[in-house]
């Protein structure tokens, strides 16, 4: 393990859109980054975050109050680098305590070119941005003043009508898991290791193709069912996938989506998406499955949501899971199709595990 170099006075600032500025010190890369700001409530698993593609763009607030203190490890990626834009922290360890670990947080997101900024109120914050709504913010070692930070903020788009699967997909389809195992072809939208982990520790044999592959081409490798994945960006966006989806669920083969997933698998049959206030982004958010009567505690990570409004219009979709929290749709199945989809995370990268009976409902789909 190295330890990186550091300077622990070097100083890094925070610009909000709405205009608070809050300064602190640099860690990770030295320069400047901005995204839309998004806050995640979990105690652990900073890790499986900045590397979820499904965060690409995006700065993170951590509410736990220690970020760095177990150092990264390289088995515990959720891709294969950091995906997000920066991170801002309260308490930043530059050197973490776990044995096993392969280097520091601060020499991890410095490699990566990953910008932080520490020594900030990250609780005052979280709940400035839960009032306010999603925004996005820029954060700098190079920049202090308001004027010069504003520059560097004009450039950062808006997570509205944003496509950013095809800044994480796979370049070339590729193989996981055992050639002897069901055959699954996933629609890799910024797919998680973790998803595929679930399905080839469960027999699944996984081809995973690029974000704008036609079903054809999918259809061409004989699989027996579809997986679309988790992905970044606004689903609204995402209409190529939108489409695809279609074919895959006109075809009559199993269908099970993820997070994006999920949201694509409800435009596909006409039900709207529309962006949340401030997102969901915890390991604790608890869900009610409809279908059995009981309870999941879940991860999640999303910025976007399925319309309840929407689904109550269109017989042909049935809700059956629900956030029990705020009562946003978590869940939809279509009748008389093979075809289901959750908001959350069952894959459980980084925890918890209640929800991983879905992977094994998906392979009862295609038996
Ligand atoms: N984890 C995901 O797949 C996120 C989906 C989508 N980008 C959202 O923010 O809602």
């Keep these: 393990m190295t330890t990186a170099k550091y ?3 070097s100083k890094a600032s925070l610009l909000l859109e709405d205009g608070t500025l809050l300064h602190g010190i640099s860690v990770g890369y030295s320069g400047t980054a901005g995204g839309e700001i998004c806050f995640n409530t979990g ?8 590397t979820d593609p499904s965060y690409y763009g ?13 150092n990264v490890i390289d088995d515990e990626q959720e891709s ?3 995906q997000i834009s920066g991170i801002i922290v309260n308490e930043f360890s530059w050197k973490g305590s776990r044995k096993t670990s392969d280097e520091t947080l601060h020499k991890y997101l410095n490699d990566n ?7 900030l109120d990250t609780r005052k914050l979280v709940k400035h941005v839960r009032t306010k709504g999603a925004m996005n913010c820029i954060i700098s070692s190079e920049y202090h003043t308001k004027e010069e930070l504003q520059k560097e903020l004009d450039k950062i788009p808006s997570m509205l009508n944003l496509e950013l699967s095809t800044q994480v997909t796979a370049k070339e389809p590729y193989y996981v898991g055992d050639p002897s195992g069901i055959k699954v072809a996933v629609l890799d939208l910024g797919c998680k290791t973790s ?11 996984c081809k995973v193709f690029p974000a704008k592959t036609s079903f054809e081409e999918m259809k061409e490798w004989g699989p027996k069912g579809y997986f679309i994945s988790n992905g970044p960006g606004d689903p609204a966006a995402t209409s190529y996938a939108v489409e695809t989806v279609k074919e895959i669920q006109e075809s009559g083969s199993p269908m099970f989506g993820i997070c994006l997933g999920h949201q694509m698998i409800a435009l596909a049959n006409d039900v709207e998406t529309y962006k ?39 017989p042909n979709v049935e809700m059956t899971h629900i956030n029990l929290n705020d009562k946003t749709v978590e869940g939809i199945r279509i009748k008389d199709k093979k075809v289901f989809s959750v908001q959350y995370h069952p894959e459980a990268g980084p925890g ?6 879905l992977f094994d409902d998906f392979i009862a789909l295609m038996n």
């Design 113 to 119: 070119k990953v910008v932080g900024i520490a020594d």
């Design 43 to 50: 105690m652990t698993g900073y890790q499986e975050i900045y």
């Design 276 to 314: 949340m206030h401030h997102g969901h982004r915890g390991l604790n958010h608890p869900v009610k499955n409809l279908l059995t009567g009981k309870s999941e505690i879940t991860s999640q990570n999303h910025g976007f949501s399925v319309s309840m409004e929407s689904v109550e219009q269109h």
């Design 352 to 357: 918890p595990h209640d929800s991983r009976y």
């Design 58 to 70: 995006q700065v993170i607030i951590s509410t736990t109050s220690h970020i760095g203190n177990y």
């Design 7 to 9: 300077n622990p006075h």
């Design 195 to 205: 998803i595929l982990r679930n399905m080839t520790s469960r027999g699944i044999y």
């Design 80 to 82: 294969a680098n950091p």
